[in-house]
């Protein structure tokens, strides 16, 4: 269970439903539907959170473009993929929307999904359609990544003939831990082979979606998991698809320009957050003696009180946030063709 600073703990709460709260995530609470057992709901809140840590300041309107990001996406270009979403465009989602609006009066359309249950599968589904990122630096040691060997001399940020799976950990705690592709394969069981090839067709999907728009999917996680349709247990994708806090979007122009200076692109997300993390001066001293500086220091850990305790401390400038906001606002034109506001009032409000 992930650690959220008091500041922002409650902010995204729906009082009215809280006796329904069934989890509390980095940035989602789920709640309970009353009298639907298979139907959950996913709040998505404007937490941020970067190598691990849960920050005590918010982005704001952060969790509207999640959660527009992801309906639009299982809605549209991937509309024939299974996943979990229970889209108004079905009028019994509508009808339920509705009554539990007329109930629950602070529920938050703006940021919130119907969803499905689901059966989730323990690992994340890594895909990388150019080589950079966190497994480069393997690849420059061994010319091997996720256990695959891979043909040597290739730039950072290369572009690859195929998506490569790069499975990780699904950690409750701390930090999500590389796996070769056998030990996920070993992993998954029997439908392994299922799961690979249904996360890498749809990033394929979105991958060419966003080429169409000028823009590159440099790579992405996915989350998979088992919902239940007319009494049948399907793979389906779940949780949030393709959006800024889940894969690393950059534009044509600048990827081609990291690449040619051997640089990492410019990346639409979070990233101005995780720069400023970066240089955060902290009190605490490394095994050498030396000032921690970073948030991202191999040292750190969410797991450390003292560390957690200085981490909810941390005030954000005003212009970070503002800046952060902006970027994650301007993803919806540019990816989507219209604007956050005007979304939201044609697909997610009643």
Excluded: C
């Amino acid at each position: 269970m992930a650690h959220i600073p008091e500041r922002v703990k409650d902010l995204a709460i729906i009082s009215s439903l809280k006796g329904g709260l069934l989890g509390q995530g980095k940035v989602r609470e789920t709640y309970a539907v009353p009298g639907l057992d298979e139907v959950l709901i996913h709040v998505a809140s404007d937490r941020v959170s970067i190598f691990d840590f849960v920050l005590p300041f918010t982005i704001p309107r952060k969790g509207e473009v999640l959660t527009a990001l992801t309906h639009w996406w299982l809605t549209g270009p991937l509309a024939a993929f299974p996943n979990h979403l229970l889209p108004f465009s079905n009028e019994g989602v509508r009808f339920l929307a509705k009554h539990l609006k007329n109930i629950h009066h602070d529920i938050p359309l703006g940021r919130t999904l119907f969803v499905r249950r689901a059966e989730t599968i323990k690992l994340e589904f890594v895909y990388r359609m150019m080589l950079g990122g966190s497994v480069y630096k393997a690849y420059t040691e061994n010319g091997v990544v996720a256990g695959v060997e891979l043909p040597k001399g290739f730039p950072k940020w290369s572009k690859l003939d195929e998506p490569l799976f790069t499975p990780t950990t699904k950690a409750q705690a701390g930090h999500d831990k590389p796996m070769t592709q056998t030990e996920a394969y070993k992993f998954l069981g029997t439908q392994a082979v299922e799961m690979v090839a249904l996360g890498r067709r749809a990033y394929k999907v979105a991958y060419k979606q966003v080429a169409d728009r000028g823009w590159v999917l440099l790579d992405t996680k996915l989350e998979l998991g088992f919902i239940t349709v007319a009494g049948k247990k399907v793979l389906a994708l779940i949780d949030e698809v393709f959006t800024p806090d889940s894969s690393r979007l950059t534009s044509s122009a600048e990827w081609k320009a990291g690449l040619a200076a051997g640089k990492d692109p410019v990346a639409h997300d979070k990233q101005y957050v995780r720069e400023w993390g970066t240089k955060i001066k902290t009190p605490f001293k490394d095994s050498h003696g030396k000032q921690i500086v970073g948030l991202n220091h191999n040292e750190l850990s969410t797991e450390n009180p003292e560390h957690l305790a200085f981490v909810d401390s941390l005030e954000a400038p005003e212009e970070l946030i503002a800046r952060t906001s902006e970027i994650y606002l301007d993803i919806m034109p540019s990816q989507v063709g219209v604007s956050l506001d005007d979304y939201q009032a044609e697909y997610l409000l009643l």
